[in-house]
């Protein structure tokens, strides 16, 4: 087949001898001719920790892509590191993807090797890769090894939950919190509970965007870089085959994401980052699915925040092929993978090694497990609630609101020994949406109330139209849409409306009829915040995201531009 790099490489006109002149570098002729140029799109970055190894990754995927006969070319691009940039990474999700997209489509690539691992990195992948739409294969770079402290395993992100509020509960010492720093991240890789990154590297795969099994080795095991360098030698092949992500991704590979998404317990952020890849990719899908296809799909992954292990534990017990084999016919029989073959072909001997990590599915470790989508005069929308991570007596609840208007007002408040707040109350935190932090970060699992937390209360429902960290847990409603920036409902509620939670009616309403919040204007915090004028990136990010319910990204980011370039440059 005619390979994209002809177009820059090929001929004996001026312009092709300035592309091969400057690319050269010592190569011989036979570079340019006929021969794959392989991208690998790293988000390698001493910013990003959690991907900082890829730079080890990215060298055994160059040496497949030589095996097979390609020209390997790394390509850095936009990197995200969940814990260090402000004021959110999900601002910059769609910028990492648009870069992405805008790189792999001006240089003279045949196809590409997408190496992320922290949480935006691989779904901004994938959002650029499906938009340029040539072939497109990813390497996740893996969970960190499980950490201890004082003998007990630390799973990163929970804990550091879990360890802080056990501070303000004053069960653990400020000093004893601190100690376990140093123990929280043992080894290179991301998150290693199944927060977003893990959840993303594992949805992908069942997407079909991994060689199957890949997805869940730990960072420092032998078998990523065996994994990477067969991935590299794929590569080409798929250039030779001409699988693009048009080509073998459709609503069925989205339908066994879903699944997916749902037996592994994985975080509510895949909803948003699934949407946004499906409408790079012309799909049609809705937050509905993600009901009605996994929210009766069985709980079969022990892990924190849900559970109790850890990714390292999930890997020995036979990773995500062990969990679908489990749930093998809720799958879609012709989805393919980058391989050419269905997903199901691989789950044929799958067995799961250690039934306390993943489980079967006669003994799940919750029934029908998957994200709930909620409705109400709340969430015209809708609003999302991971029910396996809530607590059972919180799922039909009824309470007075305590609402905030930013985070800063939360943490202003939160701890006022003479806050007007019980058990009861239903903590309501609103203009953290995607226009209105700018964001959508994730700060929906509020910390509760000192006071509360000495009384030994553990949970209470809390309601946000920002998102959650896939590491957190609690009786959270999020992603509510409209947000309250965008003049939702949210905006319109006061302190001690009532507000009544239904999950299984799939309901969250505010007790006011039409007419009483028609009266009301948006609380003042919702209009000043807007009154900030903004440039750059915030500014075109503010005028053109969408909302959560269809995956937050930019409006003229939707569908594909394909790879052609139709100008030369000289
Ligand atoms: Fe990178 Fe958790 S901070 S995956």
């Not at 999302?384 to 799922?395: C, E, F, G, R």
């Amino acid at each position: 087949m005619e390979l994209r790099s002809n177009q820059w490489y090929a001929g004996d006109d001026r312009n092709a001898y300035i592309h091969r002149a400057w690319m050269r570098r010592g190569v011989p002729d036979d570079a340019f001719t006929g021969r794959p140029q392989i991208a690998i799109a790293n988000t390698a970055s001493d910013l990003t920790p959690c991907n900082a190894h890829l730079t080890t990754v990215a060298q055994s995927v160059k040496n497949g892509i030589l095996e097979a006969g390609g020209i390997p070319l790394e390509l850095p691009v936009v990197s995200l590191g969940e814990t260090q940039v402000r004021p959110t990474a999900m601002l910059w999700r769609n910028m990492a993807a648009m870069a992405t997209e805008e790189m792999l489509r001006a240089n003279p690539i045949d196809g590409v090797v997408l190496l992320g691992g922290c949480d935006k990195t691989i779904p901004a992948l994938l959002m650029a890769a499906a938009s340029v739409d040539i072939p497109a294969v990813v390497v996740p770079g893996g969970p960190m090894l499980t950490g201890t402290f004082r003998g007990v395993a630390l799973g990163c992100g929970t804990d550091v939950w879990r360890l802080s509020e056990e501070v303000r509960g004053g069960t653990l010492s400020e000093a004893d919190f601190l100690r376990s720093e140093s123990s929280m991240i043992r080894s290179a890789g991301h998150c290693n509970t199944m927060g977003t990154a893990s959840t993303m590297a594992l949805v992908a795969e069942a997407l079909g965007t991994i060689v199957p099994g890949v997805a869940g080795t730990p960072a420092p095991d032998a078998r990523l870089l065996e994994a990477a360098q067969l991935t590299g030698r794929l590569a080409v092949e798929l250039v030779a085959q001409g699988r693009r992500p048009s080509t073998f991704l459709t609503e069925g590979s989205f339908h066994n994401a879903i699944v997916a998404l749902a037996a592994i317990g994985g975080s509510t952020n895949a909803v948003v980052h699934l949407l946004a890849i499906a409408g790079r990719l012309g799909i049609e899908l809705t937050i509905d699915d993600f009901d009605r296809i996994g929210s009766s799909v069985p709980l079969l992954v022990n892990l924190q925040p849900a559970g109790t292990h850890l990714m390292e534990d999930f890997h020995r017990a036979g990773g995500l092929l062990a969990v679908l084999r489990e749930v093998r016919d809720l799958l879609d029989p012709d989805a393919l993978t980058i391989t050419g073959r269905p997903l199901v072909d691989y789950l044929e001997v799958a067995p799961s090694w250690d039934a306390d990590v993943i489980s079967a599915r006669s003994t799940p470790f919750q029934r029908d497990a998957g994200i709930a989508v909620l409705r109400g005069n709340l969430a015209p929308g809708g609003a999302l609630i991971k029910p396996a991570a809530a607590s059972p007596h919180l799922l039909k609840h009824r309470g007075p609101a305590l609402v905030f208007d930013s985070i800063e007002d939360f943490h202003a408040r939160i701890d006022d020994p003479d806050l007007d707040v019980t058990a009861d109350s239903v903590l309501v935190l609103r203009g953290c949406g995607p226009m209105g932090y700018p964001g959508m970060p994730e700060v929906a699992n509020m910390p509760l109330p000192q006071k509360l937390l000495e009384q030994g209360v553990r949970d209470m429902v809390r309601i946000c139209d920002g998102r959650m960290s896939g590491t957190a847990y609690g009786t959270v409603v999020l992603h509510v849409t409209p947000e309250a920036a965008a003049g939702g409902p949210l905006g319109l509620i006061r302190t001690g409306d009532w507000i009544s939670l239904d999950v299984r009616g799939r309901r969250i309403d505010v007790e006011l009829t039409p007419e009483e919040l028609g009266a009301r204007g948006p609380a003042d915090a919702m209009v000043e915040a807007f009154a900030d004028p903004r440039r750059g990136w915030e500014r075109l990010y503010v005028d053109h995201v969408m909302q959560a319910d269809t995956g937050a990204d930019l409006d003229f980011l939707r569908g594909a531009s394909g790879s052609a370039v139709s100008r030369e440059s000289h």
